[in-house]
């Protein structure tokens, strides 16, 4: 076995009430395998310091009351003052902070480089933290190679703040730099200055890739890895994660609070169909099921509380995972993302109940029937209400992911969407929702035909002078024209406002017209 030894890195700044799950299966791979890996969770340490120093005494007894037991009602006063605090640094000390993201408004959809590399040479708050915890990491592991996980814009900064400093202290250590936010931004990246800070850039998976780098003549290949992988928490410390809570509403809650063990129930979609979706990508395409006993082994040996973070987890495997749990007696309480397909059942919904599963999440998009079937949702909105009944029955909370301004929908849909979710939230069968705006991006199939959709891509004209070696660096929203497309900054409001009445209970006799004559008053 070669004698490389890797550290794996999650960067600031994610939410702080459990890891993000990129490097824990990274971890549980390798090390199954016999190499030499090590992680280490820099996101939540750094949260914590800034709000030690920032906060003072009063925000150490807020933290440690985040950190305990007490129920979600008791926390919400406590996140307040952590939000307060945020808020001040953002407005005082540096403006692209946030306690789950840091930056992010510049790496949303960044063609220039030079713009993230003002931000990564800018000193923030977030800089003495990150240097001495990662100081502490290298000495205490001594790494020949290290991987960063980049999954969201807000991790863009400290990613490539990480890669920095290793360089100046540490310039034999090869610097590799994965996660969603590569696989999906940075595929037609040209610019070469991004390679002064990483050797190489991993797109999609890296167990294979990883195993390489550690072992050249490793024999495993991305069609060896298993289709569930076990995590692995080795290196993280748990008992530093604490939770946010931004509302009363218990589902919203559930992906900012809680210490979940984050799973993957299947790779890839079942479904794999949706236009606006990154079908052409494996992470979405290369749809590989494992067997249910696997992933409850799994999870007998992690803990009670999962959140499966599927694109939509597969009903047949579902079944499978649930009739093991009930088989083995486990008490466990456990979420996940679906679809609202007839798939599920009124006996299935109960089974999953049974088991241990206490909500899931899931698309009704635009919540019109012309529009799910432009977009191949493969639903209907009466399919998708008949689903939803037979979790409210089986007291499954649900939330909704809705869209609006996709391609060709018009003020008139958007408000009959509107009255539709009102209906829903009316009746109890969702009970958290949010709006959001249509993304073009180009590995959709929309993006693949854009003339079929009604619209034309833009793209981004050269800047005039470009600095050596430059090109181009993230490219996955692509800019779009659509003739007499309604005014969706208007729509957009109105659907919010409407929206956050209705989770509060208020306003469910009210029509979207009442909603639409409210924002214009304001």
């Given at each position: 076995m070669s004698r490389n030894r890797l550290l794996l890195l999650t960067p600031p700044l994610l939410q702080p009430n459990c890891p993000y799950p990129a490097t824990m299966h990274l971890t549980g791979f390798l090390e199954e395998r016999g190499f030499d890996v090590h992680q280490r969770d820099l996101s939540v340490k750094v949260a914590l310091d800034v709000l030690h120093e920032y906060g003072g005494e009063e925000a150490d007894?807020?933290?440690e009351l985040l950190q305990g037991p007490l129920p979600i009602e008791a926390k919400r006063g406590a996140s307040e003052i952590i939000d307060d605090i945020a808020l001040w640094i953002r407005d005082n000390v540096d403006p692209d902070f946030g306690f789950s993201r840091y930056a992010e408004h510049i790496a949303v959809a960044v063609n220039d480089f030079g713009e993230v590399e003002?931000?990564?040479?800018?000193?923030?708050?977030?800089?003495?933290?990150?240097?001495?915890?990662?100081?502490?990491?290298?000495?205490?592991?001594?790494?020949?190679?290290?991987?960063?996980?980049?999954?969201?814009?807000?991790?863009?900064?400290?990613?490539?703040?990480?890669?920095?400093?290793?360089?100046?202290?540490?310039?034999?250590?090869?610097?590799?730099?994965?996660?969603?936010?590569?696989?999906?931004e940075l595929r037609d990246m040209t610019d070469?200055?991004?390679?002064?800070?990483?050797?190489?850039?991993?797109?999609?998976?890296?167990?294979?890739?990883?195993?390489?780098?550690?072992?050249?003549?490793?024999?495993?290949?991305?069609?060896?890895?298993?289709a569930f992988v076990k995590p692995s928490s080795r290196g993280l410390d748990m008992g530093e994660d604490f939770d946010v809570v931004e509302t009363d509403n218990f589902v919203t809650n559930l992906w900012n609070s809680g210490r979940w063990h984050r799973l993957i129930m299947a790779?890839?979609?079942?479904?794999?169909?949706?236009?606006?979706?990154?079908?052409?990508?494996?992470?979405?395409?290369?749809?590989?099921?494992?067997?249910?006993?696997?992933?409850?082994?799994?999870?007998?040996?992690?803990g009670t509380h999962f959140h499966f973070v599927d694109e939509a987890m597969p009903p047949s495997l579902i079944e499978g995972v649930c009739r093991e749990i009930l088989k083995r007696k486990f008490a466990c309480e456990?979420?996940?993302?679906?679809?609202?397909?007839?798939?599920?059942?009124?006996?299935?919904?109960?089974?999953?109940?049974?088991?241990?599963?206490?909500a899931v999440t899931g698309g009704l998009e635009c919540a019109d029937d012309r529009l799910l079937k432009l977009m191949n949702k493969g639903i209907t909105c009466a399919s998708a209400k008949r689903v939803l009944k037979r979790f409210r029955a089986a007291e499954i909370a649900v939330h909704a992911y809705l869209m609006y301004a996709f391609p060709t929908q018009t003020e008139a849909e958007a408000l009959g969407a509107l009255d539709f979710v009102r209906g829903l939230f009316a009746e109890d069968l969702v009970q958290s929702a949010f709006w959001h705006r249509f993304a073009?991006?180009?590995?959709?199939?929309?993006?693949?035909?854009?003339?079929?959709?009604g619209i034309e891509v833009c793209e981004p004209s050269p800047a005039p002078v470009r600095p050596k070696g430059a090109g181009v660096f993230a490219r996955n929203e692509l800019a779009f024209i659509e003739p007499h497309s309604p005014d969706w900054e208007r729509i957009?409001?109105?659907?919010?406002?409407?929206?956050?009445?209705?989770?509060?209970?208020?306003?469910?006799?009210?029509?979207?017209?009442?909603w639409k004559r409210r924002v214009r008053r304001q």
């Open positions: 007894e807020f933290i003002k931000r990564v040479r800018r000193r923030g708050v977030m800089d003495r933290p990150l240097e001495r915890h990662l100081k502490a990491a290298m000495d205490e592991v001594r790494p020949t190679v290290v991987g960063v996980t980049c999954p969201f814009p807000g991790t863009l900064v400290g990613a490539f703040k990480i890669a920095r400093w290793i360089r100046r202290h540490h310039p034999d250590v090869r610097l590799v730099l994965g996660g969603g936010y590569v696989s999906t070469r200055r991004p390679y002064r800070y990483f050797d190489d850039f991993i797109l999609d998976e890296g167990y294979a890739p990883l195993a390489k780098m550690l072992d050249p003549r490793t024999k495993i290949s991305e069609d060896s890895v298993p790779r890839g979609c079942y479904w794999r169909k949706c236009a606006f979706c990154d079908v052409r990508l494996p992470y979405i395409g290369c749809f590989r099921m494992p067997k249910a006993a696997e992933i409850v082994d799994a999870m007998q040996e992690l456990w979420w996940g993302n679906i679809r609202f397909d007839n798939a599920f059942t009124p006996e299935l919904v109960r089974l999953m109940a049974k088991a241990g599963c206490i073009l991006t180009v590995h959709s199939p929309v993006a693949k035909d854009p003339a079929a959709f957009g409001k109105v659907l919010r406002v409407a929206l956050y009445n209705f989770q509060q209970g208020r306003g469910l006799d009210k029509p979207a017209s009442y």
